[in-house]
Nanobody, 119 residues
Framework: QVQLVESGGGLVQPGGSLRLSCAAT????????MGWYRQAPGKQRELVAT???????DYADSAKGRFTISRDNAKKTVYLQMNSLNPEDTAVYYC?????????????WGQGTQVTVSS
């Protein structure tokens, strides 16, 4: 059974940094695009950043210059380094991955990790 296991959320002061991690586990043949999304209270889930297996990245305008997405293909893990955090970044952050098992290929979601930016 494929799972995405997230870690690294928490409470941070404005201007601070956090690093999120998400590991794909299970009977996996290949992991394609991995990404991070977030959902703030009362708002729709939105894209933060994505990264292909080849390392090509894409960022939401709100993340450009402050967030860096990276991945370790051998560990099937994606990271999100978040710097210069502000209260508007407060949200539940979800990991997403396009995963090919030996039977199917589809999107998987993590359980979400809370990021709170507050003084």
């Amino acid at each position: 059974q494929v799972q995405l296991v997230e870690s690294g959320g928490g409470l941070v002061q404005p201007g601070g940094s956090l690093r999120l991690s998400c590991a794909a586990t299970g009977n996996i043949f290949r992991v394609f695009v991995m990404g991070w999304y977030r959902q703030a209270p009362g708002k729709q889930r939105e894209l933060v950043a994505t990264i292909t297996s080849g390392g090509n990245t894409d960022y939401a305008d709100s993340a450009k210059g402050r967030f860096t997405i990276s991945r370790d293909n051998a560990k099937k893990t994606v990271y999100l380094q978040m710097n210069s955090l502000n209260p508007e970044d407060t949200a539940v952050y979800y990991c997403n991955a396009d995963i090919h098992t030996y039977h199917t290929q589809r999107d998987y979601w993590g359980q979400g990790t809370q990021v709170t930016v507050s003084s």
